[in-house]
C-alpha cells in the first residue's frame, strides 16, 4: 500500500524535460534508497529550483529517512505558492501522521487534499484510511468531539466500502459498531477511550463471534 500512495499522483505531469532526471530519483524512492533518491532530486533543483515535483519528490525522500522537519520545510515552500498543491498537500499529510503522532495537524492536510483527489483513484480509498485512522488515534488519546466522530465513521465506511478485502476490513467494520453502539452523545464536547487495549479486545470478541 505504501508504494501505492506515494507515486500515483504525479506521472501525467511529467514532461520529456524532466523525465531523466524524474525517473531516475523515483527508481531510487522504488527501491528504498532514499538518500540516493534525495540527492537526484537535489541535483535537479538546482537547475529548475521552482520545480514544484521535484521538491515535492525530495520531500518524500527525506519523510523516508525520518526527515521530517526537512521534509516540512520542502513542502512549505511549495504551499506557499500553492496552497492547492494535492501532491504538497497529501505529502505534508502523511509527514504529520508519522512525525511524532500529529494527527490533527495530519487531518488538517489530508482534508485539504480530500476534494481535490477523484473518487475513482487509488488514492480517494487511502486518503479515507487515512482520515479515519488519524481520528481513530486522537480517540484514544486526546479526545474527539461529536462531529469528529461522525467525520470519523464517514470515512472509516467508506474505506471498508472500497477495500472489502484489505486484511485490517474485519477490525474496521468491528470498530465501526463499536463506535456506533458507545458513542456520547452530542453535548459530550470530548470523547475519549483511554484504555485501547480494552477496545481491540472487544474488537477481538466480536470477530471470534462472527466467525
Known sequence: ????????????FISLAQRD???????F???????????????????EKNNVIYR?????ALINQGEYRKAEKQLEKVLFENPKNVAALWYSGINNFQNLKNFRKAIEYFERAFPLISETSPQFFAVNFY???S?????YSQGISYEETSRMLETAKEYVKLQPDASDTEQWVSFIKYVE???MPPNVKNWTIAT?????ELIKKELEKSR
Open 1 to 12: 500500500m505504501k508504494q501505492l500512495l506515494y507515486l500515483v499522483l504525479f506521472i501525467p
Open 21 to 27: 532526471l524524474l525517473d531516475e530519483g523515483n527508481k
Open 29 to 47: 524512492l522504488n527501491q528504498n534508497k532514499n538518500k540516493e533518491a534525495e540527492n537526484v532530486f537535489k541535483e535537479a533543483l538546482k537547475s
Open 56 to 60: 515535492n519528490q525530495l520531500a518524500l
Open 131 to 133: 482520515i479515519g485512522k
Open 135 to 139: 481520528y481513530r488515534n486522537l480517540l
Open 181 to 183: 453502539e458507545n458513542r
Open 196 to 200: 485501547k487495549q480494552n477496545v481491540d
